[in-house]
């Protein structure tokens, strides 16, 4: 296998449904030779591990780890950055899938053009599991790619999911060591990291990412939600260069009174 230049993490817990389709549009990518793949099982008490493992056994750039005991996804991450020893590194959840093959040769690209932003991510098409529903995401015009800057990042929120989400390994790791919001938590750190510079948004949709019972995120009520979206744009505060904070103090009033 050449060096490798990206690490792919496929976090998963509970994923037996999904994984299959996670691994195989990881394997589909373009550049899958220049890339090492960790998919890393948070203590799943169904098949999940079982399924991925016979998946990759012909995969010799892929491997399969679970852990002792269930850590939560801050913790899960924290664990996986530092498993990373490559200058970029890419994020599939596993109940998620890229059905572009050339994501990964699409955002490295924009990353090496532009050697001073930490992250780049790609639109997403969502599908509701539920309704059966499906829309594209961000919404913005496709194949106009360009630098998102903080305030968008905290008035759309167009990034969505770790799942479209292309970063620097050292960025990411800087910036995961000290995210702390009890949700939200991709939110929180795509925005930190913005704030010093921007963010890259491809614009195509390569991801699939679903909305599901059992989601993080989608078996939260309504009040779970904003107390959530509060917490993160609270520690957000302390992260951020002051000169921001009129900004995020509006924010954090808006979801006090989104009734």
């Known amino acids: 296998m050449p060096d490798a230049s990206i690490t792919i993490l ?6 037996e449904k999904y994984i ?15 890339c090492k793949v960790i998919i890393s099982d948070d203590c799943s ?8 493992r016979r998946l990759i056994r012909d995969l010799p750039n892929f491997t399969v780890r679970q852990n002792v005991s269930n850590l939560g996804i801050m913790e899960h991450y924290r664990l996986l950055a530092s498993l990373v020893d490559t200058s970029y590194l890419a994020i599939l959840e596993g109940d998620d899938y ?6 990964m040769e699409l955002q490295k690209s924009l990353m ?17 599991e539920a309704s059966g529903a499906k829309w594209h995401h961000p919404g913005w015009s496709p194949d ?9 990042m905290l008035t759309f929120n167009p990034v969505a999911t770790f799942s479209n989400c292309f ?47 059992n989601g993080t995120w ?15 744009l609270e520690a957000l505060k302390s992260k951020v260069d002051n000169s921001l904070g009129l900004y995020i103090d509006a924010a954090i009033a808006r979801a006090h009174n989104d009734r």
């Open 167 to 213: 970063y620097r390994t050292a960025s990411f790791a800087d910036a995961v060591s000290v995210a702390d919001a009890k949700s939200g938590y991709d939110w929180l750190l795509n925005m930190s990291l913005a704030s010093a510079g921007g963010a890259l948004f491809a614009a195509r949709a390569c991801t699939l990412y679903r909305l599901h019972a």
């Open 98 to 103: 890229w059905h572009a093959t050339d994501k």
């Open 45 to 52: 008490s169904d098949d999940t591990v079982e399924i991925a």
């Open 20 to 34: 299959a389709e996670a691994i195989k549009s990881v394997r589909d990518q373009t550049i899958i030779s220049s």
């Open 10 to 15: 496929v976090p998963t817990f509970n994923h």
């Open 144 to 152: 106009r790619h360009r630098v998102v800057h903080f305030l968008d």
């Open 218 to 232: 989608t078996k939260l009520n309504s009040k779970q939600k904003r107390a959530g979206i509060i917490s993160s």
């Open 112 to 128: 090496d053009g532009h050697p001073e932003i930490p992250l780049c991510f790609t639109a997403c098409l969502v599908k509701d």
